[in-house]
C-alpha cells in the first residue's frame, strides 16, 4: 500500500521549472530515499508536500487523501512532519523546550483550562511534559535537556530536529539531508537511529541524502531526480547499475 | 498614605496593564504594535459611556470596555495578520490614529474638547487588584501549551508551522487577549482621570507603552512590571527639574539598551525559583572560580 503518492507535481519559479511533472509513490513503512545531484529539486518536493510552497500543478495524495495546497500546521496533523535542509529549530530556548512545544498536539485543554488552571491543565501538562522527556531519552538528548538548543553540537542539532517531528507522532517523516555536515561516524549512528526510530514510533520514512552509503545502506527504495525531472527508481541495486543516473552523476564526456 | 505617591502607583498601575498587554504581543509572539492607545482609547470610551449614560457599576463597565477592544483588534489582524512583513505594525499604527481622529469628531462623546465629568471610581486597590489578576492570567497563559506556542511563533514561524502550530490563530488570539488588557487599562485611565480627550491616546502613548516593554525586557512578565514602575515614576520624580525631566528619562532608556539590549530583565523571571537558582549559579561560579585558579585549564 502507499502512503504518499505524487502525481503529475510540479512547481516553477517564474520561468524555472524546479520541478517538473514528477510522478512517485511511497510504500507505507519503508524508508525511501530521494537523491539527486544539487539543485535537482529535492527539497522543493518537500516543500510542496507540506504546503510550504504552493503546487503549479499535478497532487499530492496522502493514505488516499488529497492534500494538495494545505497549509503546512494542516499537513502536520494530518501526520506529515519534517526536517529542514538548515536546521530551524527555535533557537534560543531550550532543548526540553524544543520538544515540549511540538508535543502540543497531545493536549486538548483550552485557554481557559490553562488560566484558571483546571484539573484537565494541569493533568495533560503532566503527560506533555513526560512524553517530551521520554523523546529525549529515546534520543540520546536526556543529559543535554536543559541546554540552549544553539549551543547544541551540530549533529545533536540535527538530532533534536528529529526528535521534534517525532513529538507529533507523524505517520510520514521527511527527513532533508539530516547527515550534511556529519562525519563518518556519526553519519553511521544516525542511520542505526532513523531505523531503530522508524520501528518503534511505525513510521514511513522518505529521505534526502547525498551521504549515498547512508541512502544505499538503509533504502529500500530509491528515486533519483534531475533538473526537476524523475530520472530514474527502485531498489538501491537498481539504481547503482543505472547507465542514466551514473551519467547524471559523474557527468559524461562527448 | 501619602496622595502624590499614591497618584503616581495608580498611573503606573494603568500603564502596567497596558504594558502587560503589549508584553503578550510584543514580547511573548513577536508581534509590535503601534496602536495600543486606540485600544485604550476604544476601552476607555465605551466604560465611560456605559457608566456615565448607562449608569452601569465600574468592573463591569471595564471589562466590556476590554472586549470591544478585543473586537476591534480582531478586525485588524483578520485582514492583516495573514499577510506577510510588516502590514501588521503598520495597520496598527494608522488604526491608533484613525480612532484619534474618529473620536475628534464624535460630539456625542465631547470630540476634539475632550469629556469631563467621568465618575471617580479608579484607586489604588482596584487598580492593584485587576493587575495581580492580569498578571496571573497571563503567566498562566504563557507557561501553557498556548503560551509556549505563541512563544515558537516569536521564535521560527516556519518550524511553528511545520510542528502543527495554527500561525495565524495564535496570532489573533495574542493580539485579541492584548487589546483587551489595552482596553481595561483605558477604562481604568478614564475613570482615574474623570475626564477623556481623544489626544491622550495619539501615536507617543503607543510608543511610550513599546518603550516601556522593551526596556522592561522582551519575553518578561516581571520585566514589563518593572519597566512600567519605573518608567511611570522616573518623569514625576524628575519633575522638580522639569526642564530636564525629558531628557533624563530618554537617556535612562538609552543607557539601559545599550548596556542591556534585551532589556532589564529580557527572557528571566523574577519568581522566587529562579532567584534562588540565580543565588545557586553565583555560588558556584564562585566556587568555580577558586578551584579554577588551582587547577589550571581542563579543556
Ligand atoms: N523560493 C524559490 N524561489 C526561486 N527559486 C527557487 C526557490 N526555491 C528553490 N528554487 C530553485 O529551484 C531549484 C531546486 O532547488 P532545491 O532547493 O529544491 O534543490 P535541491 O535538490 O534540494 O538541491 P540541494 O541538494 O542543493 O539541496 C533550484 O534551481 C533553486 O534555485
Ligand atoms: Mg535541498
Given amino acids: 500500500m502507499n502512503i504518499l503518492e505524487l502525481s503529475g507535481l510540479t512547481k516553477k519559479f517564474g520561468g524555472l521549472t524546479a520541478v517538473g511533472n514528477v510522478d512517485f509513490k511511497v510504500k507505507k513503512d519503508s524508508i525511501t530515499g530521494l537523491i539527486g545531484p544539487n539543485g535537482a529539486g529535492k527539497t522543493t518536493i518537500f516543500n510542496l508536500i507540506t504546503g510550504v510552497y504552493k503546487v503549479s500543478e499535478g497532487k499530492v495524495i496522502f493514505c488516499n487523501k488529497n492534500i494538495t495546497n494545505k497549509e503546512p500546521y494542516q499537513i502536520a496533523e494530518i501526520g ?23 508535543c502540543h498536539k497531545n493536549a486538548s485543554y483550552s485557554i481557559l483550562d490553562s488560566i484558571l488552571m483546571m484539573p484537565k491543565y494541569k493533568r495533560e501538562e503532566k503527560q506533555l511534559k513526560l512524553q517530551a522527556n521520554e523523546l529525549l531519552e529515546i534520543m540520546g538528548l536526556s543529559d543535554r535537556r536543559e541546554l540552549i538548543a544553539n549551543n547544541l553540537p551540530y549533529g545533536l542539532q540535527r538530532r533534536l530536529e528529529i526528535a521534534r517531528a517525532l513529538a507529533l507522532k507523524p505517520q510520514l517523516l521527511l ?13 553511521e549512528q544516525l542511520m542505526l537511529l532513523i531505523d531503530d526510530v522508524r520501528k518503534k514510533f511505525q513510521l514511513t520514512v522518505l529521505i534526502i541524502e547525498h551521504h549515498m552509503d547512508l541512502v544505499m545502506g538503509i533504502c529500500e527504495e530509491i528515486m533519483v531526480l534531475n533538473f526537476g525531472c524523475k530520472l530514474a527508481e527502485g531498489t538501491p541495486y537498481d539504481i547503482q547499475n543505472n547507465p542514466k543516473v551514473i551519467e547524471a552523476y559523474l557527468g559524461v564526456e562527448g | 498614605m501619602n496622595t502624590y505617591i499614591e497618584g503616581i502607583l495608580i498611573l503606573a498601575g494603568i500603564n502596567l496593564m497596558a504594558v502587560l498587554g503589549l508584553s503578550l ?8 504594535s503601534f496602536g495600543h492607545a486606540g485600544f485604550m482609547a476604544i476601552g476607555g470610551y465605551t466604560s465611560a459611556m456605559l457608566t456615565v449614560k448607562f449608569h452601569w457599576p465600574f468592573i463591569p463597565a471595564l471589562l466590556v470596555g476590554g472586549l470591544v477592544a478585543a473586537l476591534f483588534s480582531a478586525i485588524i489582524g483578520k485582514v492583516t495578520l495573514n499577510l506577510k512583513g510588516d502590514y501588521f505594525c503598520i495597520a496598527t499604527l494608522g488604526f491608533g490614529e484613525a480612532i484619534r481622529l474618529i473620536l475628534d469628531n464624535v460630539q456625542y462623546f465631547g470630540g476634539a474638547r475632550g469629556w469631563p465629568g467621568i465618575p471617580n471610581y479608579t484607586n489604588l486597590w482596584n487598580v492593584l487588584g485587576i493587575n495581580l489578576v492580569a498578571v496571573l492570567v497571563l503567566a498562566n497563559l504563557i507557561r501553557s501549551r498556548h503560551g509556549r506556542n505563541m512563544i515558537a511563533i516569536r521564535e521560527e514561524e516556519l518550524a511553528s508551522q511545520i510542528v502543527g502550530i495554527n500561525v495565524f490563530k495564535h496570532k489573533i488570539t495574542s493580539l485579541m487577549i492584548s487589546a483587551s488588557y489595552a482596553g481595561i487599562a483605558g477604562g481604568l485611565m478614564a475613570h482615574y482621570m474623570t475626564f477623556l480627550q481623544p489626544k491622550m491616546f495619539s501615536l507617543v502613548k503607543s510608543t511610550e507603552l513599546t ?44 543607557i539601559i539598551m545599550i548596556s542591556r539590549p534585551e532589556g532589564l530583565l529580557g527572557g528571566y523571571e523574577l519568581t522566587p525559583s529562579s532567584m534562588k537558582k540565580l543565588y545557586n549559579r553565583l555560588r558556584l561560579k564562585k566556587q568555580a572560580g577558586k578551584q579554577g585558579l588551582e587547577g589550571g585549564d581542563i579543556q
Avoid at chain 2, 504581543?25 to 509590535?32: C, E, Q, R, V, W
Avoid at chain 2, 519575553?219 to 527639574?241: D, N, Y
Fill in chain 2, 25 to 32: 504581543l510584543t514580547g511573548f509572539t513577536g508581534l509590535f
Fill in chain 2, 211 to 254: 518603550i516601556i516593554v522593551i526596556f522592561g525586557g522582551l519575553g518578561s512578565i516581571s520585566g514589563s512590571v518593572l519597566g512600567a514602575l519605573v518608567l511611570t515614576a522616573l518623569p514625576e520624580v524628575l519633575r522638580s527639574f522639569s526642564q530636564w525631566r525629558l531628557v533624563c528619562y530618554g537617556l535612562a532608556v538609552i
Fill in chain 1, 175 to 187: 527527513l532533508d539531508e539530516p547527515a550534511a555536515g556529519m562525519n563518518p561516524d556519526e553519519t
Fill in chain 1, 80 to 102: 506529515i512532519t519534517r526536517t529542514f535542509q538548515n536546521i530551524r529549530l527555535f533557537k534560543r530556548l531550550s532543548v526540553y523546550e524544543n520538544v515540549l512545544i511540538a
